[in-house]
Every structure is written in C-alpha cells, then in structure tokens.
C-alpha cells in the first residue's frame, strides 16, 4: 500500500465522505421504512448536511 505524507489526498478525503454520507443516508431510509420519522439531533440540526454537502463540493470539484 502506497503512503501518503502530509495530508490524504483529495480523491481519499471525498470517498470517506461519500461513503459516510452513504451509511448516513442509508440509515435514514431504514428508518422510514420501518414508519418512523427521521430526525437530526439538535447539534448537528441542518449544519451537518450543509457542512457534507460543502465537503463533496471541496472534493469533487
């Protein structure tokens, strides 16, 4: 396995939070379709999607 000094590189950084997103996002469609209604806590509120959302924009390009 190749070792990076310094920080991951970009196409690193997007795919961990592609997939973080996936698990989120996978999490949240489960609970749906087992009735209930999804929900943030309140410290993450909309400014955890806003702040992944800016991430796969930083990363993607």
Same mark, same amino acid.
């Not at 990076?4 to 592609?18: D, R, S």
């Not at 997103?21 to 949240?28: A, E, G, P, R, V």
């Not at 749906?32 to 702040?51: H, I, K, N």
């Given at each position: 396995?190749?070792? =990076?000094?310094?920080?991951? *590189? ?27 209604? *999804?929900?943030?806590?309140?410290? =993450? ?17």
């Amino acid at each position: 396995m190749r070792r =990076y000094p310094g920080p991951p *590189p970009n196409w690193f950084t997007c795919e961990l939070t592609v997939q973080a997103l996936w698990c989120f996002t996978c999490h949240l469609q489960q609970m749906v379709e087992d009735g209930q209604a *999804p929900s943030m806590p309140e410290r =993450y509120s909309w400014r955890f999607l806003c702040t992944a959302q800016d991430a796969l924009r930083e990363n993607v390009g």
